[in-house]
């Protein structure tokens, strides 16, 4: 009797310690379906989302809840479904439309930019386009060359369009949420590497009302000698570095984007104003990339004469991924590259 | 117009059609209907094709004849205002065209859908907007229908969704109109035209694809006018069966230079999706009198007897006034008084596009997002920045 009852206090003892954890995957479902539930209007629509559970899982159990009307199967089109859900959304609706991964995005991407992105300009306010494009984005694991392209760059380049970058399971819930209530075109960068990593969830983040605002940077970590600006899975590599770095006495200050476009530079001038150095760490080639931006915004900005040393970037290197595994992980930054470069930053 | 016997019955042949008129009054009022028979529509998997017989009543042709007229000098008073360089840009002018869009206007609601792809001013007019509107917007002041933030390719109105410059990226968009529409079950439909230009591009075939599958309320229209910018359907498509395209998709080919032709086809595409049949796909045979755009004199790639000939043979207009004065639906002075009423609009319309201010400054920046808080937009170089509202 007293050992069923010490087994049932050790189990809730886990649950209880395992219940604050959601892997990003979970979360993602969890936005979906909390969202799903709200609003009639939303839909999801992609390659293998309904009977499948999605490509990635992230759609799990959704078709079986919400059925064939909500939950679309797509053949293999991109830039007709892509339409068409832009054309939904014209009319009234909220879809959310999956990429596969956004390398297939490309196929579609007149359907973004010209017609999501740019129509309630174009239109002067008549034509709202309350759609969201999510998938993952950016490398994955020996996927090789033409399904590893990040496109934060190409989208953040774009008026009319928000584009957000998650990192953690609360970024991903919190700002998946925001982007389906949000009126306008969202692209969601997802990460496939980081689908299956578990984070604690806080109380508040269970909630159903749960948003995080779309345009506004998290500081991880806080520190005084070097500002690391990094967007979706880089951002555990700054920690990583940044807790190497803090044996030697090096304390980062580590942002988490979670928005590349709009770009929440008063956060980074801020933490630059403090620590006088800046580095960005992110996956996707370097040049005209996210990186850049950042670099050039300080230079324009208020934070410039703050620096102590040029600020610079840590990014992909500037070729096709390759597919042998040490060739890939040779392509893509390393922690030892931001520990290197934070050294050489800060003259050490 | 005199004394006529309470009911008469005549028959008689005009073109390839047959007429059947038959006249009756009441309290002194001269009632026309009109019964037409025309040859059949180029039918693919149809078993039946529209009706054979339209009434036309004299109340209808006096306002299709208007609206005709009203796009068709709207069209030449913007060619005229191009030429002296206040309209800029791209101007794809629609005469030669007007009784597709006026056609199928009357064939469906205000409260269905349409979509079209750049050569739209007729299709912004039959959809709401007024000329007034519309030449504000190609001359680029506020006062336009985008308060000049669009131009000739990105009008918009209530359920017409512009307006759209990649030639073919329209056609998925109607298609998901039309998924909004059987999604919501408000039983509307969708019409989605494109030209023959755009009917090879592939996104069209992915759309009719999905379209097909999920039995979208879609009725897709081709208006075959016979060139995509300078190269001739012969030159540019394989197949030149743009009804026969859509494979899977049921499809029928007509006169789109016969208003009532293309009423009636409408009407019957129209009936075909709201019972749910899914898309059906109609291809006009149209003609445009100008070049692809302003650009274009029309004349390197067709001789100048090719337009003549359409000129004096299929005008849609013509067609359509021979056709009601030569069975007494109207006088000839009634339709010269619509004439200049018509005349009068587009002269004022012209005037205030002329004199309406340009947009402010201050709008530069404005309508990025919808529904959200006012933000800061980065001007030209770093110190510059504009205000943004939604």
Same mark, same amino acid.
């Given at each position: 009797?007293?050992?069923?009852?010490?087994?049932?206090?050790?189990?809730?003892?886990?649950?209880?310690?395992?219940?604050?954890?959601?892997?990003?995957?979970?979360?993602?479902? *969890?936005?979906?379906? =909390? #969202?799903?539930?709200?609003?009639?209007?939303?839909?999801?629509?992609?390659?293998?989302?309904? *009977?499948?559970?999605?490509?990635?899982?992230?759609? %799990?159990?959704?078709?079986?809840?919400?059925?064939?009307?909500?939950?679309?199967?797509?053949?293999?089109?991109?830039?007709?479904?892509?339409?068409?859900?832009?054309?939904?959304?014209?009319?009234?609706?909220?879809?959310?439309?999956?990429?596969?991964?956004?390398?297939?995005?490309? !196929?579609? +991407?007149? !359907?973004?930019?010209?017609?999501?992105?740019?129509?309630?300009?174009?239109?002067?306010?008549?034509?709202?386009?309350? +759609?969201?494009? %999510?998938?993952? /984005?950016?490398?994955?694991?020996?996927?090789?060359?033409? @399904?590893?392209?990040?496109?934060?760059?190409?989208?953040? @380049?774009?008026?009319?369009?928000?584009?957000?970058?998650?990192?953690?399971?609360?970024?991903?819930?919190?700002?998946?949420?925001?982007?389906?209530?949000?009126?306008?075109?969202?692209?969601?960068?997802? /990460?496939?590497?980081?689908?299956?990593?578990?984070? =604690?969830?806080?109380?508040?983040? *269970?909630?159903?009302?749960?948003?995080?605002?779309?345009?506004?940077?998290?500081?991880?970590? !806080?520190?005084? @000698?070097?500002?690391?600006?990094? @967007?979706? %899975?880089?951002?555990?590599?700054?920690?990583?570095?940044?807790?190497?770095?803090?044996?030697?006495?090096?304390?980062? #200050?580590?942002? /988490?984007?979670?928005?590349?476009?709009?770009?929440?530079? =008063?956060? +980074?001038?801020?933490?630059?104003?403090?620590? /006088?150095?800046?580095?960005?760490? =992110?996956?996707?080639?370097? !040049?005209?990339?996210?990186?850049?931006?950042?670099?050039?915004?300080?230079? #324009?900005?208020?934070?410039?004469?703050?620096?102590?040393?040029?600020?610079? %970037?840590?990014?992909?290197?500037? +070729?096709?991924?390759?597919?042998?595994?040490?060739?890939?992980?040779?392509?893509?930054? *390393?922690?030892?590259?931001?520990?290197?470069?934070?050294?050489?930053?800060?003259?050490? | 117009?005199?004394?006529?016997?309470?009911?008469?019955?005549?028959?008689?042949?005009?073109?390839?059609?047959?007429?059947?008129?038959?006249?009756?009054?009441?309290?002194?009022?001269?009632?026309?209907?009109?019964?037409?028979?025309?040859?059949?529509?180029?039918?693919?998997?149809?078993?039946?094709?529209?009706?054979?017989?339209?009434?036309?009543?004299?109340?209808?042709?006096?306002?299709?004849?208007?609206?005709?007229?009203?796009?068709?000098?709207?069209?030449?008073?913007?060619?005229?205002?191009?030429?002296?360089?206040?309209?800029?840009?791209?101007?794809?002018?629609?005469?030669?065209?007007?009784?597709?869009?006026?056609?199928?206007?009357?064939?469906?609601?205000?409260?269905?859908?349409?979509?079209?792809?750049?050569?739209?001013?007729?299709?912004?007019?039959?959809?709401?907007?007024?000329?007034?509107?519309?030449?504000?917007?190609?001359?680029?002041?506020?006062?336009?229908?985008?308060?000049?933030?669009?131009?000739?390719?990105?009008?918009?109105?209530?359920?017409?969704?512009?307006?759209?410059?990649?030639?073919?990226?329209?056609?998925?968009?109607?298609?998901?109109?039309?998924?909004?529409?059987?999604?919501?079950?408000?039983?509307?439909?969708?019409?989605?035209?494109?030209?023959?230009?755009?009917?090879?591009?592939?996104?069209?075939?992915?759309?009719?694809?999905?379209?097909?599958?999920?039995?979208?309320?879609?009725?897709?229209?081709?208006?075959?006018?016979?060139?995509?910018?300078?190269?001739?359907?012969?030159?540019?498509?394989?197949?030149?069966?743009?009804?026969?395209?859509?494979?899977?998709?049921?499809?029928?080919?007509?006169?789109?230079?016969?208003?009532?032709?293309?009423?009636?086809?409408?009407?019957?595409?129209?009936?075909?999706?709201?019972?749910?049949?899914?898309?059906?796909?109609?291809?006009?045979?149209?003609?445009?009198?100008?070049?692809?755009?302003?650009?274009?004199?029309?004349?390197?790639?067709?001789?100048?007897?090719?337009?003549?000939?359409?000129?004096?043979?299929?005008?849609?207009?013509?067609?359509?006034?021979?056709?009601?004065?030569?069975?007494?639906?109207?006088?000839?002075?009634?339709?010269?008084?619509?004439?200049?009423?018509?005349?009068?609009?587009?002269?004022?319309?012209?005037?205030?596009?002329?004199?309406?201010?340009?947009?402010?400054?201050?709008?530069?920046?404005?309508?990025?997002?919808?529904?959200?808080?006012?933000?800061?937009?980065?001007?030209?170089?770093?110190?510059?920045?504009?205000?943004?509202?939604?």
């Amino acid at each position: 009797m007293f050992l069923r009852h010490a087994v049932w206090y050790y189990h809730a003892f886990l649950y209880s310690i395992l219940r604050y954890h959601v892997t990003v995957r979970d979360a993602l479902n *969890q936005a979906l379906d =909390e #969202e799903l539930e709200r609003d009639e209007r939303v839909f999801l629509l992609g390659e293998e989302v309904a *009977q499948y559970d999605g490509a990635y899982k992230v759609s %799990r159990g959704l078709w079986k809840k919400y059925g064939d009307k909500r939950i679309i199967d797509t053949p293999i089109t991109e830039m007709g479904f892509a339409g068409i859900a832009v054309g939904a959304a014209m009319a009234g609706l909220r879809p959310i439309c999956e990429f596969m991964t956004f390398n297939f995005s490309m !196929q579609a +991407i007149d !359907q973004v930019i010209n017609s999501a992105a740019k129509t309630y300009y174009m239109s002067a306010g008549l034509q709202p386009v309350p +759609i969201v494009f %999510r998938g993952p /984005n950016g490398a994955s694991a020996g996927v090789a060359a033409q @399904h590893s392209q990040c496109f934060a760059a190409w989208y953040g @380049h774009c008026p009319g369009l928000k584009v957000v970058s998650p990192w953690s399971a609360e970024d991903a819930k919190g700002l998946l949420k925001s982007a389906i209530r949000d009126d306008n075109p969202v692209v969601f960068l997802e /990460n496939e590497l980081m689908y299956g990593v578990p984070f =604690e969830m806080s109380e508040e983040a *269970q909630s159903k009302d749960f948003l995080l605002p779309i345009g506004k940077a998290k500081i991880e970590r !806080q520190g005084n @000698h070097v500002t690391l600006v990094s @967007h979706s %899975r880089m951002v555990s590599l700054c920690l990583d570095a940044a807790a190497v770095l803090a044996k030697e006495g090096i304390e980062c #200050e580590v942002i /988490n984007m979670r928005t590349i476009r709009p770009l929440d530079a =008063e956060a +980074i001038e801020t933490s630059v104003m403090k620590t /006088n150095h800046l580095i960005t760490v =992110e996956g996707g080639w370097p !040049q005209f990339g996210v990186g850049a931006e950042i670099l050039a915004r300080i230079m #324009e900005g208020p934070a410039f004469n703050f620096l102590d040393a040029p600020a610079v %970037r840590v990014t992909g290197v500037d +070729i096709p991924m390759p597919y042998a595994k040490i060739l890939e992980d040779n392509s893509i930054p *390393q922690i030892k590259d931001i520990i290197f470069s934070v050294k050489k930053t800060l003259n050490v | 117009t005199g004394v006529m016997p309470s009911k008469k019955i005549q028959l008689f042949y005009h073109r390839n059609y047959y007429i059947l008129k038959y006249i009756k009054i009441e309290n002194f009022h001269f009632e026309l209907f009109l019964f037409i028979f025309w040859k059949k529509c180029d039918l693919h998997k149809l078993e039946e094709g529209p009706p054979l017989q339209a009434v036309l009543t004299r109340e209808e042709g006096l306002q299709y004849y208007r609206t005709m007229q009203t796009i068709r000098r709207m069209e030449l008073k913007a060619d005229q205002l191009y030429k002296q360089k206040i309209i800029r840009g791209f101007c794809h002018l629609y005469d030669g065209q007007e009784a597709c869009a006026v056609g199928i206007e009357t064939g469906i609601n205000l409260s269905d859908h349409l979509i079209t792809a750049y050569r739209a001013h007729g299709y912004t007019l039959t959809r709401g907007g007024t000329v007034r509107e519309i030449m504000a917007e190609l001359t680029g002041r506020r006062g336009g229908i985008a308060k000049g933030k669009g131009g000739s390719m990105h009008m918009y109105t209530k359920h017409f969704y512009g307006g759209n410059g990649i030639v073919g990226a329209q056609v998925p968009l109607g298609a998901g109109v039309a998924l909004a529409c059987k999604y919501l079950g408000n039983n509307e439909i969708c019409v989605c035209l494109y030209g023959d230009g755009a009917a090879n591009q592939g996104q069209i075939f992915e759309t009719y694809n999905m379209a097909s599958l999920w039995k979208l309320p879609c009725i897709f229209i081709c208006e075959n006018n016979k060139y995509g910018m300078g190269t001739s359907v012969e030159r540019a498509a394989a197949s030149t069966d743009y009804y026969k395209r859509g494979d899977f998709i049921p499809g029928l080919r007509l006169d789109g230079m016969d208003v009532l032709c293309v009423r009636e086809a409408t009407k019957f595409a129209a009936e075909h999706c709201r019972s749910g049949k899914g898309p059906i796909l109609m291809e006009l045979q149209t003609y445009r009198y100008h070049g692809h755009s302003m650009s274009d004199p029309g004349v390197s790639y067709r001789t100048r007897e090719e337009i003549q000939e359409v000129r004096s043979k299929s005008d849609p207009i013509s067609m359509l006034k021979d056709r009601m004065l030569s069975n007494n639906m109207a006088s000839v002075e009634e339709l010269k008084e619509i004439d200049v009423e018509v005349r009068k609009e587009i002269e004022d319309a012209a005037q205030f596009a002329t004199t309406d201010p340009e947009p402010p400054l201050d709008d530069l920046c404005n309508h990025i997002f919808y529904n959200d808080p006012p933000m800061e937009v980065r001007g030209t170089n770093p110190w510059t920045k504009l205000k943004s509202v939604s």
